[in-house]
């Protein structure tokens, strides 16, 4: 006879091996642990084979066998949440709040001119936003708390989440005019950094835990968001990266200067939407992740903002880029 495993097997075969545990299974799927054994056993029996080692081992851990039907009970899953956020979308009408969450990478620039233009067209739909750093954004949207996300993706291999690329961002190494790595006036060595004071902003989602980004200092001090960094590096107590949109103004006014520091690497950081696959935004989430795209795909390539950075003095910097 052949096997039969049903949905629910598969997704609790699926959360045991993303846990590393029956125990974190138990919590992640508010069920007894001894349920989860029980679960686990009797897809092995259906299957006629072992899918976690246990023997001498503190945790379970996967077998040959496992791993290969991991990759199965993935995308079975997946095409579930497939087919349950297409029937919400044929059910869902007009949201009455839409929750967002905003990656500090986005443009200022663009968020306003988006939300003025949902003002007019969504008068009943209250929007409720939340601004933070790093890994917030993917957080909010993955524990439901927002609808949507726009900003960077630090797990684009999350089968829960819907990720789709809308457009990208910069981030610049900055110091205050007076500080001694911007008066120096010339293109910058790594040696010239090591001794000096980085601003580095610390992920409260625990997403980018053990990982540092373009920390090339050996003294660090550390911030809870950008808002803060930004503000020590005006006052002249360290340098750092900060996004082009947040610092626009003050390379235009001279208050900040660009450091011309080559092993700081200034690619474009990609910023996308964000949304949970089972439930997919509505009519007005659905606009606004548009009119986002619309805005930031016409932000310019790395070159062209860099041309246009080094004529900062002649020319405006563009209000979408960055």
Known sequence: MQPNPTLDQLQVFKVVAEEGSFSGASRALNRAQSVISYTIANLEAQLELQLFERTGLRQPRLTEAGKTLLQDARRLLGDLDTIRARVAGLKQGLEAELSIALSVMVPSAAVIQVLHAFKVHFPSVAPVLNVGELGMVMNMVRDGTASIGIGTALDENDDRLEIERIGHSFMLPVAAQDHPLAMLNRPLALADVREETQLVVTDASGLTKGRDFNVLSYHTWRVGDIATKHELIRNGLGWGGLPAAVVRDDLRSGRL?????????????????IHRRAFPPG????????????????CPSKHEFNSRLEALREADLPQAAE
């Open 283 to 298: 009519p007005a989430g659905r606009w606004m992740i548009d009119q986002f795209r619309e805005i930031l795909s016409r």
């Open 257 to 273: 200067v660009h450091l011309d520091l080559k092993a700081y690497e200034q690619g474009e950081y990609p910023l996308y939407a």
